[in-house]
């Protein structure tokens, strides 16, 4: 097995105390004291993340746009310069290769983000549906690191650290999926309104040898801020993303399931130009048998990922849990999962196996969790 690879701020971990778990080919941190703690301090004030195992894969040249139309599930070459996408890269048999965002950095320019267990991946096909578009593809993941401060006070704590009044206003008005290079502590970022929590929040994007700097600091100031700041780890991300109805490559997507498989066949929006995966997509639309859904526990015990789901006792399987655990926010047991799509409405009452025994749980909407507006 080849050594897991390390994000340039290591060793801030370290002295933080963190617990480290492998993620992909990542040594990432888990948590540093209470993942329950971390995740509080992300819903009440904010919380400070290294993302630095994410990809970065630079798309430039004349027909960049046109380009990831082709490659991508979703139409990229309107967006507007600034602004942001959430989209999928599929295979030939419209299996989902990885989900994943783009930010239009200029006319001729994007910067696409692949989950860090695909970058390889990402990187290998985008380079090879090249061929043929007047573009250049490049790899930068190995030179990048990423931060990202999420939570309530999440832009009063970035905006205080930036110099320039102008800049300052800036974040301040940018919406949500939106990215601009700003100058945050003295150091080049682009710095983008996006995230993985559900909260408000800045994700940035800055050079390994600038991340130990821009960490430093940010925890510096969290004193000056209501509520503080606080790192933390891969733990409450996932408990923060599960809350807020987000899928997770690995558990709700995969290279076996399309984007119908999971509710998210809306990214093609209205696109009718060729794309990878286009003709299978079009047939596999009337197959999906099941559907993804959220689960609430009526009782304590959560269900955790492949747990099964019946409708009554020494039934038949009738769904399956993908991702589940205690929600800290909501005080209850909350999970995502595949039911068959003739039990999948809202309010329908099923039975899931626990170790060997049988609790009750309801289909209900998601998000679970939604910020306050």
């Known amino acids: 097995m080849s050594e897991l690879k390390t994000s340039p701020l290591h060793a801030r971990h370290e002295a933080l105390g963190a617990s480290f778990t492998p993620f992909g080919p990542w040594n ?16 009440n004030a904010s919380g400070l993340f290294d993302l630095s195992h994410m990809g970065e894969v630079r798309v430039c040249g004349p027909q960049a746009g046109e380009f990831l139309d082709y490659a991508l599930l979703s139409t ?20 989902i290769l990885d989900d994943l ?64 009044a102008d800049d300052k206003q800036f974040l301040r008005d940018m919406k949500y999926y939106s990215a601009a290079p700003l100058e945050v502590a003295g150091i080049r970022a682009l710095v983008a309104r996006t995230g993985y929590t559900g909260e408000d929040g800045f994700e940035l994007y800055v050079t390994n040898a600038d991340a130990e700097k821009l960490w430093d600091t940010l925890l510096e100031c969290a004193d000056k801020h209501e509520g503080g700041l606080i790192p933390c780890g891969l733990a409450s991300r996932d408990s923060l ?13 995969s290279v076996e399931r399309c984007p119908h498989d999971v509710g998210l066949g809306v990214l093609r929006g209205k696109k009718e130009c060729d ?7 079009d047939r596999r639309k009337e197959d999906a048998k099941r559907k993804l859904v959220g689960i609430k526990g009526l009782g304590r015990r959560a269900a955790r990922k ?21 929600s800290p926010t909501l005080g209850y047991p909350v999970a995502l999962a595949f039911v068959d799509k003739e039990h999948a409405e809202t309010g329908t009452k099923l039975k899931v196996d626990i170790r060997g025994r049988m609790y009750d749980v309801e289909i209900v909407d998601t998000p679970f969790y939604s910020k306050k507006r």
């Not at 540093?32 to 992300?42: F, K, M």
């Not at 990229?76 to 299996?95: I, T």
């Open 28 to 43: 990432m941190p888990l948590k540093y004291q209470n993942e329950l703690e971390e995740h509080r301090a992300v819903r």
């Open 101 to 164: 965002i783009s930010y239009r950095l200029g006319e001729q320019e994007f910067l696409v983000v692949p989950n860090a267990g695909n970058t390889t991946t990402v990187v290998e096909e985008l380079q090879k549906r090249a061929k043929g578009f007047d573009v250049e593809v490049s790899d930068e993941s190995g030179d990048t690191a990423l931060v990202a401060v999420q939570g309530p006070t999440s832009e009063d704590i970035v905006a205080s650290l930036i110099e320039d």
């Open 76 to 95: 990229m070459s309107p967006l507007a310069v600034g602004k942001a996408k959430y989209s999928m890269l599929l295979d030939e048999d419209a299996g």
């Open 306 to 326: 492949d747990a099964q789901l019946f409708l009554e006792e020494g039934g038949e399987a009738i769904g399956i849990v993908t991702s589940g655990l205690p």
């Open 241 to 253: 993303r599960l809350e807020a109805g987000m899928p997770l490559y690995g558990n709700e997507l």
């Open 275 to 281: 794309f990878v995966g286009r003709e299978a997509l």
